[in-house]
């Protein structure tokens, strides 16, 4: 069990901050009313997870997990749901839930943990799923945690790592995405700064909390800056496109993503 330490005490308040200052922008603006409640769920779960579940140690967990994460990212493109031709979700009754931002969080911090070589094997491979999704966040969301393996890990895996996350980008960006924005899911700062420029700047600020408090711990980490390297890879995606903003707009799954990477961190 993680002890209740400083070490994770910043990433938490900076997750506990987006969420909130989302999910106040749903009550002020008239969102459908189960948004906040979907998203304040999402948030003790993350912060469970965060807390109580144990981080993996033992070379089998971790490739074990690394598995189930490929396999979870392999799951919409056999499950669907196909939305013209695009499938980044897995169902769940009424909760449809995002592969990507669910999985690749955590995934990043496990990679850290694997010899050179295998990690590029599971990078590459989450890579091809991304691109058959098609997933374009999910491929910036990729380069982002390439980028940060190629500045601290450096080596020739971590560029070729850059590469594939390159060649992931350029094959969804090929393919068509036919979806459109959704209020309060996309295009999250263009409306809350119609609604309001405090608003704006309140959601703005959630956001930066989330992706800089964590830095603010004494352990800047591999596994931790990589982490934030898929989030901010994530948050990079909605702001120049249509795709779903992480935390601060409406959607369960990078809220419990980023708890249950901030729950494979290494205990110190």
Request: charged residues 5%; aromatic residues 8%; neutral net charge.
């Amino acid at each position: 069990m993680r002890g209740f330490g400083k070490d994770i005490i910043f990433a938490e308040i900076g997750l506990i901050a987006a969420v909130l200052c989302g999910c106040l922008y749903m009550l002020a603006a008239d969102a459908p009313a189960h948004y906040p409640l979907v998203n304040g769920a999402a948030l003790v779960v993350a912060l469970l997870l965060a807390r109580f579940c144990p981080a993996p140690k033992r070379e089998p967990v971790i490739i074990g997990l690394l598995l189930a994460i490929l396999l979870l990212l392999f799951a919409p493109i056999i499950l669907g749901p196909d939305l013209g031709g695009v499938s980044r979700w897995i169902n769940l009754g009424p909760l449809s839930l995002h592969a990507g931002m669910l999985a690749l969080p955590a995934f990043a911090v496990l990679l850290s943990h694997v010899q050179a070589g295998m990690r590029f094997v599971y990078f590459a491979a989450a890579c091809l799923l991304v691109a058959l999704q098609p997933d374009r966040g999910s491929a910036i969301a990729l380069l982002g945690c390439a980028g940060i393996f190629a500045v601290l890990a450096r080596g020739v895996t971590s560029i070729a790592m850059l590469l594939g996350a390159a060649a992931c980008l350029v094959a969804t960006i090929w393919l068509p995405d036919p979806l459109s924005g959704v209020p309060f899911v996309e295009n999250i700062f263009g409306d809350s700064f119609h609604f309001h420029p405090a608003m704006g700047l309140l959601l703005l600020s959630g956001l930066a909390a989330a992706l800089l408090l964590p830095l603010a711990s004494a352990s800047h980490s591999l596994p931790r800056i990589a982490m934030l390297g898929v989030m901010a890879g994530y948050a990079f995606a909605a702001m120049i496109g249509h795709y779903p903003y992480p935390l601060i707009g409406y959607g369960a799954s990078p809220i419990i993503g980023f708890g249950l990477a901030l729950a494979f961190l290494p205990k110190n």
